[in-house]
């Protein structure tokens, strides 16, 4: 969302790699990151020949997993694109999209263990645009009350803010549906595909469509609509866009809409894909949504979505070929790194210093 | 002056009625002795931990009702450990402290998890206040094993032991689930798992060296707890591996029974085993379309195989009638807070007849010889742990009637209940 140059125009994935190569050579940090990514990718290649079949499946959870997180990563990006603020609550919003998502399912009537078919396709299409709306409008508000007044505060103010909210969403869904997990009704079918003994199912398959669809959506608007140049403007500069006549309250406003509004589809299509939540679930999802919108590069949509398969993918490989146990090191190990060598992400993008 | 005068009045009238309308059984000979009861009510654990106290409060109930003991009657002073929704170690540390203070309490029934136990007996023994646990099952709380990173008197701090528990221990938990496994699952190849937590790495390390000594292969891994969400990654190892069956250390907050619910969709259908973390409710739901065939053990007799364990259990069913008021640990609360009041009724005996002391009720208590419990007859050795080595074996099957059966039933899937298969008695072999 935010350009290096002054040009505003559309990004295509041979932009984005192009990029990529650029920010990778000279400095430090890219030849950090080459190396490890490359000792990274002689290690998978070599665990790729000993069992072809469980690197390709576990290479399916983790993109399945990475889109979901990419979801909620651009949340954050747009969010911190356009005011500069990393909104901690935006894990628990994603949290809250399952748990409204939960009682209008339960209105349709739709239960698990019933067969799919138009029932439950009208449910979910009609589950979706509600609960999108719903938490869209719940994020506008969040932003109205507790981040627009401080909007001329220093940073640490509206940081501080996002965190209380943070408790605030994790403590209304904690009285609202107490601390136990949740079970979220399997409502997909469970049929799937096994191609070399690689199983694909309708779910992966789902996630990953219903999420390039939504990002595909999400760049088009960004690019093409009015309100998507709008957000551009404000991203670059602020005061120019106002100068401009452009009506800030509103465009910001608008970003967390959208922000709101994915996350909250993350959240349903979450709860399908695992059929389990939890009022804490947004904490941690969150932070490594984060790490995946820092990893991509801190207000560019394509490093958010970038940044969330890859994290996706390193998590899966991490707990099958090392240990669960050490994945969450290696995730948060990865922003340590980015922070400190490379802050600008992957696609190296940077937000214009105001 | 006069509004004063009228709030002293107020005060003291209302200190009065306080007083009076303290205890629930209504006025008593001698008056009431309280007994504390600490374990995890909220959120996920109050699976476990709401059904264990209905346990204490049907045991006081039906001492109450027979007459009290030595002109004494019982009540029960209730703190719950979970923050959260899961325990925690400091709540139950406060709470403890809060019942030392009460000096009508005089010795508690609790923890349900055994990284509580460990916070709290060093500040129970200090005052010499009887701890009895329903269903601790980590052996390092009263064995000085090898395998433990601390040792038990250290615990005590110098002080007389003042813990004891009805139930036996992960060291033979975990084998009883090895043997089961092997010989009778005939499982050769397992996959272990653990949820990082002290009981969860214990109970696992118990199990997979018992399958070990059996002649098993098996493959470890440990995930970080609640907050992985994925599990799919590392069971489709397993899954590569040839694992015939997974064996889970943990406890359904944990997480434990949502791996069991994903197993399906990545074509790795084996027997689910597990320790009495998993035996619950919550599992069952966690486990979603998946939960049949979820093997876990309980650290103790069941009701349908000691003699006389029926009476009291359908006598607790008509006195706690809702379809989970029955737990996996309710009958060994039963057991652990009769003995508790048992011996506070020796103590005030040896007494003449008067109020016992802490320490009165602590010397009683390990002199326990030959109790008979409902599942059980119990002596206490020096430790604090009984000379019962009796596991039991359940596995979820679908059941016609839930409100007949002596293990767990579901919430969300009401028929389908952990049944009871098989009885490992370590006593003996």
């Known amino acids: 969302m935010s350009e290096g140059t002054t040009a505003v125009r559309d990004r295509t994935v041979g932009d984005a790699l192009r990029q990529a190569q650029q920010a990778f050579a000279g400095d430090v940090g890219g030849a950090l990151f080459s190396a490890l990514g490359v000792v990274g990718l002689i290690i998978l290649v070599v665990l790729a020949f000993q069992n072809p079949g469980q690197f390709f499946q576990i290479l399916i959870y983790g993109l399945t997993d990475g889109a979901l997180y990419a979801l909620v990563a651009l949340g954050y990006t747009m969010v911190y694109g356009i005011i500069e603020l990393i909104n901690f609550a935006h894990g628990d919003i994603f949290t809250l999209g399952s748990f409204v998502a939960l009682p209008l399912l339960a209105a349709f009537g739709v239960d698990e263990g019933q067969a799919f078919g138009v029932q439950i396709v009208i449910a979910l299409v009609i589950t979706y645009l509600l609960v999108m709306i719903i938490i869209g409008m719940v994020n506008v508000t969040i932003e109205r009350i507790a981040y627009r007044p401080l909007r001329n505060a220093p940073r640490l103010a509206p940081l501080i803010t996002a965190i209380g909210m943070s408790f605030v969403v994790e403590g209304l869904m904690y009285i609202w549906r107490g601390p136990s997990t949740l079970h979220f009704p399997d409502l997909l079918p469970e049929t799937g595909w096994i191609v070399n003994t690689v199983r694909i199912g309708v779910k992966d398959i789902y996630v990953l469509v219903l999420a390039i669809i939504l990002v595909t959506a999400l760049t088009l608007f960004i690019n093409r609509s009015k309100l998507g140049k709008a957000m551009r403007a404000t991203a670059q500069d602020r005061d120019a866009a106002q100068l401009m006549g452009i009506d800030i309250n509103r465009t910001i406003a608008a970003t967390f809409f959208i922000g709101a509004v994915l996350a909250g589809a993350g959240g349903m299509t979450w709860g399908l894909y695992f059929n389990n939540v939890n009022f804490a679930l947004g904490f941690n999802a969150g932070l490594i949504a984060f790490t995946a919108a820092v990893l991509g590069g801190i207000g560019n949509i394509q490093g958010a979505a970038l940044g969330g398969l890859l994290i996706g993918i390193i998590a899966a490989y991490s707990d099958a070929y090392w240990s669960p146990l050490w994945t969450p090191v290696v995730v948060f190990g990865i922003l340590i790194l980015i922070l400190v060598f490379r802050p600008t992400g992957l696609l190296g993008m940077r937000v214009p210093e105001k | ?429």
């Open chain 2, 1 to 429: 002056m006069v509004r004063a005068r009228g709030l002293v009045v107020l005060t003291l009238a209302v200190f009065v009625a306080a007083a009076c309308g303290g205890s629930t059984g209504g006025g008593s000979a001698k008056g009431t002795i309280k007994i504390g009861v600490d374990l995890p009510e909220s959120g996920a654990a109050a699976s476990s931990g709401l059904p264990t106290l209905h346990g204490v409060e049907f045991a006081v109930k039906t001492i109450n009702d027979a007459g009290g003991l030595e002109g004494f009657k019982f009540e029960v002073s209730n703190f719950d450990d979970a923050v959260n929704g899961a325990y925690n170690e400091q709540k139950g540390v406060q709470n403890v402290q809060q019942m030392i203070g009460d000096s009508k309490v005089l010795g508690m029934i609790g923890p349900f998890n055994s990284a509580v136990a460990k916070a709290e007996i060093p500040v129970a023994a200090a005052a010499h206040f009887v701890m009895i646990s329903p269903s601790n099952t980590n052996p390092c709380l009263t064995k000085d094993l090898p395998t433990c990173s601390y040792h038990p008197q250290d615990l005590r701090g110098g002080n007389p032991n003042n813990y004891f528990r009805v139930v036996t221990t992960d060291d033979f938990q975990g084998p009883a689930m090895a043997d089961y496994a092997y010989k009778n699952l005939n499982i050769k190849t397992i996959a272990v798992l653990s949820d990082s937590t002290v009981f969860g790495k214990g109970i696992a390390d118990a199990f997979q060296v018992r399958f070990q000594t059996l002649g098993g292969t098996f493959k470890r891994l440990d995930y970080p707890g609640e907050t992985q969400n994925d599990f799919k990654s590392f069971l489709t190892s397993f899954k590569n591996f040839g694992a015939q069956g997974l064996y889970v250390g943990g406890t359904d907050d944990k997480k434990a029974c949502v791996a069991r619910s994903q197993m399906k969709s990545i074509g790795f259908d084996v027997p689910y085993l597990g320790g009495d973390g998993i035996e619950t409710a919550q599992c069952i739901d966690d486990a979603g379309s998946n939960n049949l065939n979820i093997n876990a053990t309980s650290a103790g007799a069941d009701a349908t195989q000691v003699a006389g364990a029926k009476t009291i259990l359908d006598a607790y069913k008509k006195a706690f009638s809702g379809p989970h008021d029955l737990g996996g640990y309710t009958i060994q609360a039963y057991d652990a807070a009769t003995a508790l009041m048992q011996a506070i009724g020796r103590a005030a005996k040896d007494n003449g007849g008067n109020l016992p002391s802490r320490e009165q009720v602590r010397v009683a208590m390990a002199a326990t010889k030959g109790f008979v419990g409902a599942i059980g007859t119990y002596n206490f050795d020096a430790n604090g742990d009984n000379d019962l080595k009796i596991v039991s074996v359940y596995t979820t099957e679908s059941v016609d009637d839930p409100a007949t059966s002596t293990g767990v039933c579901a919430t969300k899937a009401p028929k389908i209940c952990f049944v009871w298969k098989q009885q490992f008695n370590f006593a003996t072999s």
